[in-house]
């Protein structure tokens, strides 16, 4: 389905029921894609999961809702709670319920003024209970959140424990059916079986219970699944028990056909009949979907694991008290105290105190962060020796952690492009299966074995039940989950199970020097005045002034640098950056010139040969150097050093070994560049490349045939991020970078990259295993039921435990150690 997303459109997710196969999930992602506003709609089976792009302006979520329930199956709405402050009357109610009412997403809201509070359904992950409290602010009263379970858990438990019970009763009643269908086989002759368990009539009272009350949703399902054009699973299972159920039922009503005198008494011969098989078939395969349930809720255990990272109450500073309020409830610029041992709730920015904090949760080191006034802390990494007074800049959905998770669900509910085979196949897999199965039948019944009805019959059965739609419909989505689960455990975000699955094929990384190769925290090594007849003091005034408005990791440096020279610097009155030459400013009523040859030699200011060769000298001992010119003449020169990070030639060398060319671009010059390079084990650089000429060299390495993965951390890489087959961002970096960007590197370790290409390759890997055994399974299972090689009962429990194995074999990435 092609993407018609842009740039107005709004992302919903809405939890689905009653999917029990790939084409169920085909089914409904069809009829969402169909519905006019609609951009693009993934159905995610192992989830039970639908993301929606849409255009707010064409369509409205209650009617994709609508569309899921004409097509058979439900939707999970979720419930808040809210106690209402500041209601005076009956008008203020009904001004809040309509209120709430308009709300994108909210499918009913009711507002008690006696009970003061109020209840809202609304679509699971369309809003939050921040936005209902929001809103009922914006109204012109208070709102606070009462505590409630996870709704969409709740379900999922429920559905659980219906599962399990509903097997354990079926297995209760097949139990006596198996007794007599085990004992029938001549090498078990030996075991005892009560007359009463081989009377048809107790076979029947046994049998249909488990047909019409505990397997009715197998015919719910297949009816609805047909009435709509489509078939799934429901069908096989409902045509091949009712096939043995009624079969069974006809030779009970018409017993002077299968009775024979025995001392004159009748007795019914056992093979003639099938009770056994319906029952026994329903019952394996509700143990298949209860350990499958159970399953798929582990596959979301990184989601999960992810959510309970977040603290769940702040302490807030209002109206100068101290007050402990749901996390829901912090609004920016609030002041928050968080003590020794606590969680902070939100990020923002220290505004008084001293502590240390552990930030291994984002960033993997395990030494803790010294923060003081000034410092920005993230939310959910643990304070851990003094109290902090911070100021909330970014509270809810815009936390970094919340975009984590945001990121990682997104990844879940996306499709890679390997899945197309299996739901290419899931379309037209049961009316083969079912067209297989009828001519089994006959070609049993005229031709093998001509009048044995109930033996074609048997076979029929067999390749009926035996098929399994949903291995296929499980084989990608559960390995997407646990791998992109897994990888945000070490820090690595996946945007799309495209990207995952693209990643794998990368042989060429492409790495930005500064901030990815190296530490992006340059210092200021060397100064040099020129002839011009200015004080060192003087030049570095000037100088400072002229970086100080600049972004550039040196410019920070060289700012630093002056300022801790006591040298006190003022802004200038006009300040132009240069991508990729420096900058222009004017400081103290002088023109400032700070940067390359390049940028001297475009102003035609020329560099003395003293000058030049002090530069190449340091240069070529890989420091970074600046020329600066004031009013049109060379002024003089300085120098920073940026040491590589200690992972990076680690990380370089495991590249290598994976087959994988590592190259380097920046725009330092060629000196500087390869003497970083060395030092990091890089054989190919690309230096003195400009910004927008980043982008130009990953094409012209596409050219040459390579699949390249582009990592970088600046504002001036997001071309080249996008550009790439595979843009990876240092979480480090920008935001920028890291919304131009397939992956996100969370913790600025270089070794995140080859982790990243391996968990892409085990991923798939895992993925080919699943559609092999899934297809291989119905490939050869198939055809031995047809050819009479399997009992419907074992071709059944075969069907009923292939989705589980492909489930367990997903999980096993869960375990990965990187």
Not at 590 to 614: C, F, P, W, Y
């Amino acid at each position: 389905m092609e993407n018609r997303a842009t740039d107005g459109d709004k992302q919903t997710t809405l939890h689905i029921t009653g999917m029990s196969c790939a084409a169920c999930a085909s089914r409904i992602e069809k009829g969402l894609n169909r519905i006019d506003g609609v951009a693009q709609a993934n159905v995610n089976l192992a989830l039970e999961q639908a993301s929606i792009s849409y255009d707010p302006k064409q369509v409205e979520i209650p009617e994709f809702r609508d569309k899921i329930a004409s097509l058979g199956f439900g939707t999970v709405s979720e419930e808040a709670n809210l106690n209402v402050t500041g209601m005076t009357c009956a008008a203020c109610a009904t001004r809040i319920e309509k209120g709430l009412n308009r709300m994108p997403g909210v499918t009913g809201a009711t507002v008690n003024l006696a009970m003061e509070t109020a209840h809202v359904e609304y679509a699971a992950g369309s809003i939050t209970v921040g936005d209902l409290v929001s809103k009922i602010e914006q109204l012109g009263y208070g709102a606070i959140p009462q505590s409630a379970e996870d709704n969409i858990a709740d379900v999922r438990s429920k559905d659980i424990h219906r599962k399990k019970w509903k097997w354990i009763v079926s297995a209760v009643l097949s139990l006596p059916l198996l007794w007599a269908m085990v004992a029938h086989f001549s090498f078990t002759s030996w075991i005892y079986v009560p007359e009463l368990f081989l009377n048809p009539w107790f076979q029947l009272v046994l049998t249909t219970p488990i047909q019409f009350v505990i397997g009715w949703q197998f015919y719910v399902g297949a009816y609805k699944a047909l009435r709509n054009g489509s078939s799934n699973m429901d069908v096989l299972v409902a045509l091949g028990t009712s096939a043995a159920y009624f079969y069974s039922l006809y030779l009970t009503l018409r017993p002077s056909d299968v009775m024979e005198g025995m001392g004159g008494m009748p007795v019914m011969t056992m093979p003639e009949l099938y009770y056994e098989t319906s029952a026994v078939l329903i019952t394996l395969i509700l143990v298949g979907k209860w350990f499958e349930a159970v399953a798929k809720g582990r596959s979301s255990e990184a989601i999960k694991s992810l959510m309970s990272l977040q603290a769940t109450t702040a302490r807030v500073v209002r109206d100068e008290q101290e007050l402990d309020i749901p996390i829901e409830q912090v609004r920016v610029k609030d002041i928050l105290i968080v003590r020794p041992g606590e969680k902070i709730p939100v990020d923002g920015v220290v505004v008084d105190g001293r502590s240390a904090v552990d930030e291994s949760m984002l960033s993997g080191e395990s030494l803790p962060v010294e923060k003081e006034a000034g410092s920005a802390v993230t939310g959910a990494t643990l304070n851990k020796n003094g109290v902090l007074r911070i100021q909330a800049e970014r509270v809810g959905g815009d936390t970094a952690l919340s975009r984590i998770i945001k990121v990682v669900e997104d990844a879940q509910n996306s499709k890679a492009p390997i899945q197309r085979i299996a739901d290419q196949i899931s379309g037209i897999f049961v009316p083969i299966v079912v067209a297989i199965a009828v001519l089994a039948f006959i070609v049993w019944f005229f031709l093998v074995t001509p009048t044995d009805f109930a033996g074609s019959l048997e076979k029929m059965i067999a390749v009926l039940v035996i098929a399994c739609p949903c291995a296929l419909g499980l084989a990608t989505p559960t390995s997407i989950m646990a791998g992109s689960g897994r990888a945000a455990e070490y820090g690595i975000l996946f945007k799309g199970g495209e990207h995952l699955e693209m990643t794998r094929s990368v042989n060429a990384v492409v790495l930005d020097k500064t901030g990815t190769v190296t530490n992006g925290k340059p210092e200021l090594t060397d100064v040099m005045v020129g002839a011009s007849g200015l004080a060192e003091k003087d030049l570095l005034r000037l100088l400072g002034a002229a970086e100080k408005s600049s972004e550039h990791p040196l410019a920070e440096a060289i700012v630093k640098g002056i300022a801790d020279r006591g040298i006190e610097l003022v802004g200038p009155t006009d300040f132009e950056n240069i991508p990729g030459y420096g900058v222009k400013a004017h400081v103290e009523g002088k023109q400032v010139l700070a940067g390359t040859r390049r940028l001297m030699n475009g102003e035609g200011i020329a560099i003395d040969d003293s000058a030049e060769k002090h530069m190449n000298e340091l240069e070529s001992a890989g420091k970074t150097a600046m020329l600066v010119a004031v009013d049109g003449a060379y002024a003089g020169l300085v120098a920073v050093a940026d040491t590589i990070k200690e992972t990076s030639r680690e990380a370089v060398a495991r590249l290598r070994g994976m087959n994988i060319e590592v190259i380097m671009i920046t725009g330092d010059n060629e000196r500087t560049a390869r003497a970083v390079a060395a030092e990091a084990g890089i054989e190919r650089v690309l230096a003195e490349v400009l910004p927008e000429g980043k982008a130009e060299e990953v094409k012209r390495l596409q050219e040459q045939g390579m699949i390249v993965a582009m990592v970088g951390d600046g504002i001036n890489d997001a071309p080249a991020l996008a550009t790439a087959n595979i843009g990876m961002a240092m979480g480090t970096g920008t935001d920028v970078a890291m919304e131009a960007a397939d992956i996100t590197l969370m913790r600025g370790n270089l070794n995140s990259i080859p982790d990243a290409i391996e968990m892409s390759r085990r991923t798939m890997t895992n993925i080919r295993q699943n559609l092999f055994w899934a297809l291989g399974y119905n490939v050869i299972g198939i055809p031995i039921a047809a050819l009479g090689f399997l009992a419907p009962w074992l071709a059944g429990a075969a069907m009923a435990f292939s989705s589980v194995s492909v489930v367990l074999n997903a999980l096993r990435l869960q375990r990965v150690k990187l």
